[in-house]
């Protein structure tokens, strides 16, 4: 079946330093590949996806490509800022709609 | 504001009873789903709907109860046949098919505790 490794946690670094949260997957087919954010006692947020290999998705300076020969899909940020801090799922989707979830990773930003 | 609503946020729950978390959402999305998060670990689905008056099991079922009878509610109810119902869940919903579906759109939460 589908499913989703992402490097274990938790992570700590300095603001400004470099991200990068490695993300895995299994999956049959062609599947589209996500990140999602979630800060503490809150739900999920979109942040950033890939329909197709060779994608790169962007958004608040974290970016993603979609790297169909190593099944990989890392989040990477060139400089870390405290309200980072927050857990990070990655995600893939196949037919029928189902998301597949990695564990989290915790990041916590320090000033 | 278009979005998910769940409600509580805080729910307390005592042995042996059943207790149903609500989701409403305003998007008019067609499909919805039910997620359960336990500490240090990622999502898992329950249930999920992709059309009013049908629902699929997720991969965790078993101990819960869904209905879909209004596009923009998708209640979960959570029976004592649970045995270790407490967690945070989560409540999503989607729309559009094949290369056109969006991404799943989340609530923030009910997080649910047994006494």
């Known amino acids: 079946g589908d499913s989703v490794t992402q490097m274990e946690g938790p992570v700590t670094l300095s603001e400004e330093a470099f991200l990068t949260i490695n993300c895995t997957y299994t999956?049959?087919?062609?599947?589209?590949l996500f990140w999602y954010v979630q800060y503490p006692g809150e739900g999920l947020q979109l942040l950033l996806k890939?329909?197709?290999?060779?994608d790169k998705g962007s958004n608040k300076g974290f970016e993603a490509t979609y790297r169909k020969e190593t099944t990989s899909f890392h989040l990477e940020k060139g400089s870390v800022q405290v309200s980072d801090s927050a857990v990070y799922f990655c995600?893939?989707?196949?037919?029928?709609?189902?998301?597949?979830f990695g564990e989290g990773t915790q990041l916590t930003v320090n000033p | 504001d278009g979005g998910i609503t769940q409600s509580p946020k805080y729910l307390f729950r005592k042995e042996g009873q059943n207790v149903t978390l609500s989701c409403e959402q305003n998007?008019?999305?067609?499909?919805m789903y039910w997620y359960r998060q336990d500490p240090g670990q990622g999502l898992r689905l329950i249930y999920y709907?992709?059309?009013?008056?049908?629902?699929q099991k997720g991969d965790i079922a078993e101990g819960y109860s869904v209905s879909r009878e209004k596009k923009e509610s998708f209640p979960l109810t959570v029976t004592s046949a649970q045995k270790n119902p407490t967690a945070f869940y989560l409540c999503?919903?989607?729309?559009?098919?094949?290369?056109?579906?969006?991404?799943?759109?989340f609530g923030d939460g009910t997080r649910l505790s047994i006494l």
């Open positions: 890939a329909t197709k290999a060779d």
């Open positions: 999956a049959t087919g062609y599947p589209s």
């Open positions: 999503a919903s989607s729309d559009g098919t094949g290369a056109d579906r969006q991404p799943q759109h």
């Open positions: 709907s992709q059309i009013v008056n049908d629902f």
């Open positions: 995600a893939l989707e196949t037919s029928g709609s189902r998301l597949t």
């Open positions: 998007l008019n999305h067609d499909a």
